[in-house]
């Protein structure tokens, strides 16, 4: 059975940085795609980034984070990345890492392309 973990959450001033590490476990990680979401207090769970199995388009990031935060993969660990710089008080919320079916050639920051997903950990950006 398929399951991910996130770890790295924390507390950082605004300007700041922090890395998020998702571990993938009960699957082939290497033809997974993997994304990383967010839930802003009062609002949907939204898309943040996604990172392919394969070369073609590898990588989607939202408007939002895009040039501030990086999300990458080490295939050999089994683990996905999210590189966050230049925090904002906007990114506070809880961000989740999320697999979708192995094999499946998607690049999408839609939740409902997702099907296994971690419990969440907590980023807090203080202004």
């Known amino acids: 059975q398929v399951q991910v973990a996130e770890f790295g959450g924390g507390f950082v001033q605004a300007g700041g940085s922090l890395r998020l590490s998702c571990t993938y476990s009960?699957?082939?990680?290497?033809?997974?795609?993997m994304g990383w979401f967010r839930q802003i207090p009062g609002r949907e769970v939204d898309g943040v980034a996604t990172i392919s199995w394969d070369d073609v388009d590898p990588t989607i990031y939202s408007p939002a984070v895009k040039g501030r935060f990086t999300i990458s993969r080490l295939n050999v660990k089994n683990t996905v990345y999210l590189q966050m710089d230049r925090l904002r008080p906007e990114d506070t919320g809880l961000y989740f890492c999320?697999?979708?079916?192995?094999?499946?050639?998607?690049?999408?920051?839609?939740?409902?392309?997702?099907?296994?997903w971690g419990q969440g950990t907590r980023v807090t950006v203080s202004s």
């Open positions: 009960g699957g082939t990680f290497a033809d997974t795609t």
């Open positions: 999320a697999a979708a079916s192995s094999g499946r050639r998607i690049v999408s920051l839609y939740p409902s392309d997702y099907d296994v």
